[in-house]
C-alpha cells in the first residue's frame, strides 16, 4: 500500500468544527495531525469516504504568535475513514480529508 500523503505533517491537538452533509450536521473534535494539504481528526462524526467536508480549525496564538486564535474555515474531502476508538456514547472515529480550499477568518 503506497502512502499518498504530500508535505510536512504536524503532530497538533487543534479543536475543530466540522459541518458535514445536511444529514450528519455540525460536530466536534480535535485534529491529530496537520499539514497544508490535509487533516486527520478524531471526532464523532460518521462521514463516508469521497463526500464534501467543511470544518474550521482554532489555531491558538502559541502556534500563531497572534494574540488570540486565529480562525480557518476549511472545506475539502474525505478520502480515509478510521473505526471508532473507545467505548461509551463520545466514541470517536479517525477521518482523514484533504483540503482543498482554505481562508484565515479575522475576528472583531
Known amino acids: 500500500m503506497s ?12 479543536p475543530i468544527r466540522i459541518h458535514g452533509p445536511q444529514q450528519s450536521g455540525e460536530h466536534s473534535g480535535v485534529t491529530g495531525n496537520l499539514s497544508a494539504a490535509g487533516v486527520y481528526i478524531r471526532a464523532d462524526a460518521t462521514l463516508e469516504v469521497g463526500s464534501n467536508v467543511e470544518f474550521e480549525i482554532a489555531l491558538p496564538p502559541e502556534v500563531t504568535g497572534a494574540k488570540e486564535d486565529v ?4 472545506k475539502g474531502r474525505v478520502v480515509r475513514t ?24 479575522r475576528r472583531s
Open 3 to 14: 502512502d499518498a500523503r504530500t508535505g510536512k505533517r504536524f503532530p497538533l491537538e487543534l
Open 71 to 74: 480562525i480557518v474555515q476549511c
Open 82 to 105: 478510521d473505526e471508532p476508538a473507545g467505548h461509551g456514547p463520545k466514541e470517536t472515529r479517525g477521518v482523514a480529508c484533504v483540503i482543498d480550499t482554505y481562508d484565515f477568518v
